[in-house]
């Protein structure tokens, strides 16, 4: 037979409570100890976000050339191949550069990596998944665009962003302007909605296309109504793509003192150059 339960007497707590007040105090000043971790570690990311790249890369054309037009050489670790194939004439051949492969990239271990808005895709989103930081710096569309590109420029490699050069007050040309036709490769002409028009009439010059984007240019059409000057704004190589400027048609109905020559390096990326370029446009109206 099953004896009753006994009442057990409760036992005394009062000799646990020192234990249980000294496991507090561990655990405050643990937490304390971890919080104080964790502040310095905030400070040192703070500290090492707030200093200049050191190693950057570049992944485009366009990169590589405000790259070098406004960093220390010193913090570029490599530009990118393109600037071998499209050489200028102000970036010297001890610039380093890498062969675009993604080994080779990560094998510089830089701190920052520049691409246009479309430029190297695959490559720079497989960076961004190993951690590097990537910027993505769109192409200006617009001449008001140029100046917040070069500041944006300016503070990712750590200087003073106030350095960019002022966008000039937006002029429109008068109505009786000359007009300038400006041809590329292959007799294609730059008509309306596009940046370079914008050059144009900045410039004081009316664009000689009326017609918007670029458009194959007539031959009949301009010898029955020949622009003012024509700027031949394409590469300088002799190519079957240029042979246009070159036709007799062109030749006659335009006299020699109106075909007008600029780099035409500053023609392919929107840049502090482009007022120079513009500039110098201005200049032939006189």
């Known amino acids: 037979m099953n004896k009753p339960l006994r009442h057990q ?12 007040a000294g496991t507090r105090k561990w655990l405050h000043g643990g937490l ?8 310095l570690g905030s400070l040192s990311v703070l500290t090492t976000a707030a200093e200049p790249p050191q190693r950057i890369v570049s992944l485009d054309l366009c990169m590589d050339w405000i790259l070098a037009h406004h960093a220390d050489p010193a913090q570029v670790s490599a530009l990118s191949p393109l600037h071998l194939r499209y050489p200028i ?3 010297s051949d001890d610039w380093p550069d890498h062969d675009g492969s993604l080994e080779q990239v990560v094998q510089l271990q830089p701190d920052l990596i520049l691409a246009g808005q479309y430029s190297a895709l695959l490559l720079r989103e497989r960076l961004r998944t190993l951690g590097y930081r990537v910027a993505v710096l769109p192409l200006p569309s617009t ?3 140029v100046e917040s590109y070069e500041r944006q420029l300016l503070e990712l490699i750590g ?3 106030d350095l960019a050069q002022q966008a000039p007050t937006p002029q429109m040309p008068d109505t009786d302007a000359k007009r300038l036709l400006l041809l590329g490769s292959n007799g294609i002409g730059t008509g309306r909605d596009t940046f370079e028009h914008q050059i144009i009439e900045q410039a004081g010059w009316r664009n000689y296309l009326t017609g918007s984007g670029h458009m194959q ?4 059409q301009i010898a029955a109504d020949p622009p003012d000057a024509i700027l031949f704004a394409a590469p300088e190589h002799q190519a079957l793509a240029n042979r246009f400027a ?5 030749r006659r109905s335009i006299p020699a003192d109106g075909w007008l020559s600029t780099d035409y390096w500053r023609w392919q990326c929107p840049g502090p150059w482009t007022w120079d370029l513009i500039r110098q446009l201005n200049q032939w109206l006189d």
């Open 159 to 161: 200087r003073n962003p």
């Open 9 to 20: 007497p409760q036992t005394e707590c009062h000799p646990r409570v020192p234990a249980i």
């Open 143 to 145: 001449l008001e665009e």
């Open 246 to 250: 070159e036709h007799p048609v062109l």
């Open 89 to 91: 004439h102000w970036i």
């Open 217 to 220: 240019l007539d031959l009949e």
């Open 32 to 39: 304390l100890r971890l919080g104080f971790i964790l502040l």
